[in-house]
């Protein structure tokens, strides 16, 4: 993971943001890959809580805060129950709101009701992205302010083109092309 992030950082060269990804399974590793990717030059990360453990609510959010403690870098929280069993709800990210490092939300939940509940709770605390490429017409009508498109990779005209009409308020050609998108996107 440093060999690939060290690569892409130096591909980059300072020519747009880097993240790197933090999924793992212990809390040790994951400090350890947040603290050695800030000192390669990233920009920040994405932070899964645990992977293979289904922690409780006091453990994930512990975890949480240790691995965002052990850099200087910001952090996009990363929430998706569906693929690895633990869920953050919206009081969770209303607790987590505290720390200043935690900067974004990827809401992969498959739950659009979290968004306007999580604003709700913090306002516009968090920069909100839409984690699920199917529902991101319905994410952004609720007020998310980015996406992290899986099919960007195989049709990135189209992605960002949608992107740019939601963001717009161009909601009938959005939703004209995201119509025609839907069955690639439901790939993802």
Known sequence: ???LTR????????RVPLLTCIAESDTRQACFLAAESEKIGVDGYMLLPPMRYPSDNRETLSYLEEVAA???LP???YNNPV???TDLSAEDFAKLADNPK???IKESSANTR?????RRLVGDRFAIFCGVDDL????????????????VVAFPRETVRMYEMMVAGEWQAARELYEWFLPLLHLD
């Open 1 to 3: 993971k440093l060999e």
């Open 83 to 85: 693929a690895y069993g």
């Open 102 to 104: 935690f900067v974004a």
């Open 114 to 118: 979290r968004i306007p509940d999580i």
């Open 75 to 77: 952090v996009m929280l």
């Open 136 to 151: 991101a017409f319905e994410c952004f009508g609720l007020g998310a302010t980015g996406w992290v498109a899986g099919l």
């Open 7 to 14: 690569f892409f950082h130096d591909k980059i060269n300072g």
């Open 70 to 72: 052990s850099s200087g």
